[in-house]
């Protein structure tokens, strides 16, 4: 048996692993080890090394407190200059998101307000929106661009992005979003500006360090099978992997040409066919589905989850928090809608925001607790599972541990 120090040991925890048959792979009266950033032990207690206590250069009691590992928000466009509350004042007024979009408003006017700001100020208006899904137990984040439409605006809020994990000590993931809208100034040159994210923007942006994966908007109001297949190709090329907005607001089998890419993930999904779920199904795409989109769009079309089930398709939530269609700032709550709106149960919900959005960003070292897994965890104020989905609202965690370590959380 290894005597190699650890650095904590929790006791008297209620482990939520996510980790074998067991309903939440829960471990009642369970203990974890953390040594160097990673998980080191975890299991019953009764199992513990006799020695355990003296191994640990700190030893914590929780007192039956739930433990689970860091949440992973899959899917977000936090860093983006302004809001569009007014855009909520028109819906309510009767207008639709298509209509906002046909009348020069919605994504690109969120374009005219992040090209304008610089990027300190960009950081200043987005790390208030990072901060509050930390506060709810986010440790892992994906955060996309799409609101520059240009080199330049791109680029700045990508690094926005790198220096929002930097800051808050939490992991962040970028994904390059060229193809999220027209910009104003192509509006009679799709294929100038397809060909001026495919040659130019992404290259230049993948060379920087900045692009951990490629998605693209695929829709009636955004971009067709043929231009997002012209990205992919050139995701490809770079070694980078693809994701896409997919069968959001009608079916345009977008799921399916993800699929074909081996992509990691096809998300929104409410329009989702049989064909699609079988396509996402044969190449083990992961289902982001995005309450928050559905919430606040007051779309009525559920996704597939009866199919997506049959076809054993690993199913992740995200807050998909943007200023147009999911001002949503708690993964939790995510959570919780997913269970009400869609009705997934509260174990499917939380297998969505850890071990399955691990899996839709491709991380499969973290989602888990496991022996090896970073030691990502989140302490809560509850001693049940289920609490997570169905409290709305409240301060529900105690404390953040990101490799091992304590994350703020004020
Ligand atoms: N689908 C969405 O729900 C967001 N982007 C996308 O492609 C909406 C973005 C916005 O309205 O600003
Ligand atoms: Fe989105």
């Known amino acids: 048996m290894s005597t190699s120090p650890w650095d904590h040991l929790l006791l008297e925890a209620t482990l939520a692993t996510f980790v074998g048959d067991e309903p939440y792979g829960l471990i009642a009266d369970g203990a974890i080890a953390l040594s160097n950033g990673h998980i080191a032990w975890v299991g019953h207690r009764s199992e513990l090394p006799p020695d355990a206590v003296d191994r640990a250069a700190k030893v914590e009691r929780l007192g039956g407190a739930l433990v689970t590992p860091g949440l992973i928000d899959c899917h977000t466009h936090l860093v983006f200059g302004g809001h569009r509350a007014h855009e909520f004042d028109l819906r309510l007024n009767g207008a639709s998101y298509e209509a906002i979009a046909h009348a020069g408003g919605g994504i690109v006017s969120t374009v005219k307000a992040t090209r304008a700001a610089s990027e300190d100020e960009l950081l200043a208006q987005s790390l208030p929106r990072a901060r509050a899904l930390l506060a709810d137990g986010v440790t892992t984040l994906e955060i996309k661009s799409g ?9 700045r809020m990508l690094r926005v992005a790198r220096r929002i994990g930097e800051t808050l000590g939490i992991t962040v993931r970028t994904t390059f979003l060229g193809l999220h809208a027209l910009p104003p100034e192509y509006k009679e040159r799709r294929d100038a500006y ?28 955004g971009f067709t099978h043929e231009e997002t297949r012209r990205v992919f190709d050139c995701a490809k090329a770079l070694g980078l992997p693809v994701k896409l907005h997919a069968e959001q607001l009608s079916d345009l089998d977008g799921s399916a040409l993800v699929a074909e890419y081996d992509g990691l993930s096809a998300d929104h999904l409410e329009y989702l066919s049989d064909t699609g779920i079988r396509a996402m199904a044969a190449k083990g795409t992961v289902a982001v589905l995005l309450p928050g989109a559905f ?3 007051r779309e009525t079309k559920l996704p597939p989850i009866a199919g997506l089930r049959e076809h054993g398709t690993a199913m992740a939530i995200a807050t998909d928090c943007n200023p147009g269609t999911s001002p949503l700032l708690s993964l939790r709550m995510a959570a919780g809608m997913a269970c009400t709106l869609f009705r997934l149960t509260p174990e499917e919900a939380l297998r969505g925001i850890t071990v399955n959005a691990a899996r839709a960003l491709g991380m499969h070292d973290r989602g888990t607790l496991a022996i090896g897994q970073h030691a990502d965890l989140v302490v809560w104020r509850v001693g ?13 965690v105690r404390a953040v541990y990101r490799a091992g370590r304590p994350v703020s959380i004020d």
Do not use: H, K
């Open 147 to 155: 609101y520059g439409l240009e080199l330049e605006s791109e680029r």
């Open 194 to 221: 397809v060909a001026l994210v495919c040659e130019q923007m992404l290259p230049a942006l993948a060379a920087e360090g900045l692009v951990d994966a490629v998605d693209a908007f695929c829709e009636n109001i």
């Open 295 to 297: 919430y606040a769009l």
């Open 384 to 396: 049940t599972p289920a609490e997570l989905c169905y409290w709305i609202g409240g301060e529900l």
